[in-house]
């Protein structure tokens, strides 16, 4: 899911990302709350209509966010209070807060209000953490249940907008499968792995996720948030994860860093000033087809906002491309697999 923090896939127009494919994106809660306000895009019938994306949305709770303002939250069991990095003004989320904004926004998927636990973390501080998710977690889905119907949009299929659980738990298995169970027995839509690539290294990132992954719902989605580089999200889709976010293709992008089936490219570097070969020869984006990598280079040092654009297109077309090829082959070795 490419990452749409302020209502924007930043730098790429919503027609762009439904040529590269792109199925769902994601909305940040805090910034749309802060700005323009979640009333406000009640009142302008939901966030698909005032984004104009008439394909499915993901909102987060906040969560991440507020905890990333470290000295401007406090926490307690209610809830957090923050100060908006705005303004300075003050606000505080609860479990049922968070659900109500995120009911009044209108994404198709919800997510319950958790504690991302930090890395590192010591076992008391991750059990105190945990405590806090699946409390909230609980009260997220009591809102949602008893509030969903408040939605700012109907679907003539009769649709309705769903609420995930997010698995906490440190860098503890044993947290890890306490949380899952728990939020198993709630009955969520589908799941979350959340507090991963938090600063760990690669391989407690992996092991996380193959500790908890089987003790989540097959049928059920399951996703593990802000992951990953193009080799990770890969091989996580690969172990059976269906839904991953991640600023990395577009937040790379606007810094110059393309990837490619050729490895990571620095377009800044000297050495393109005059290539002028395509930023990755096996890609088939637009920006692959038509433009060189000495003048994406050029972009990036006058400092043009098409940089940013042409750069995310292509950085987003090649994640995208990843996951249609391991769905491919997925869909390949399912038919085999039953004689089709
Ligand atoms: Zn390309």
Redesign the pocket.
């Known amino acids: 899911m490419p990452v749409g923090t302020q209502g924007t896939v930043k730098a790429v127009p919503q027609d762009t990302l439904e040529a590269l494919g792109a199925q769902i994106i994601l909305g940040n809660t805090y910034h749309l709350y802060l700005r323009p306000g979640h009333e406000a895009i009640r009142r302008m019938g939901g966030l698909h209509k005032f984004i104009s994306w008439p394909h499915a949305l993901l909102t987060d709770s906040g969560g991440f966010q507020v905890f990333s303002l470290n000295e401007l939250r406090k926490v307690s069991d209610d809830g957090v209070r923050f100060r908006s990095h705005l303004d300075g003004s003050s606000h505080s989320f609860t479990p049922e807060h968070s659900v109500e904004v995120q009911i009044a926004l209108g994404a198709d998927i919800s997510m319950a209000f958790d504690e991302c636990t930090e890395y590192p973390a010591d076992r008391p501080r991750a059990e105190e953490s945990l405590r806090l998710t699946m409390a909230w977690a609980r009260r997220s889905l009591d809102y949602f249940r008893a509030h969903r119907h408040l939605v700012p949009w109907s679907d003539p299929k009769g649709c309705c907008m769903q609420c995930f659980g997010i698995v906490q738990g440190g860098m503890y298995t044993d947290l890890r499968r306490q949380c899952a169970e728990r939020l198993v027995e709630m009955d969520f839509d589908g799941y979350a792995i959340g507090g991963l690539s938090v600063g760990e290294p690669r391989e407690l990132t992996l092991d996380m996720i193959a500790e908890t992954l089987p003790l989540l719902p097959k049928d059920k989605p399951r996703y593990v948030m802000g992951v990953g580089y193009p080799d990770e999200i890969e091989q996580y889709a690969r172990m059976g994860v269906d839904m991953m976010d991640c600023v990395l293709p577009t937040r790379a992008a606007r810094h110059g860093l393309l990837f490619t089936s050729e490895g990571r490219l620095n377009i800044k570097n000297k050495q393109y000033a005059e290539d002028q070969g395509?930023?990755?020869p096996f890609?088939d984006?637009p920006?692959?087809r038509r433009y060189s990598r000495a003048y994406l280079r050029h972009l990036m040092q006058a400092g043009e906002a098409l940089s940013g654009t042409l750069n995310s297109i292509?950085n987003l077309?090649?994640y995208l491309g990843i996951m249609k090829r391991v769905r491919a082959s997925l869909h390949e070795t399912s038919h085999s697999a039953t004689g089709n």
Do not use: E, L, Y
């Open positions: 395509p930023p990755d890609c984006c920006v692959c292509h077309a090649f």
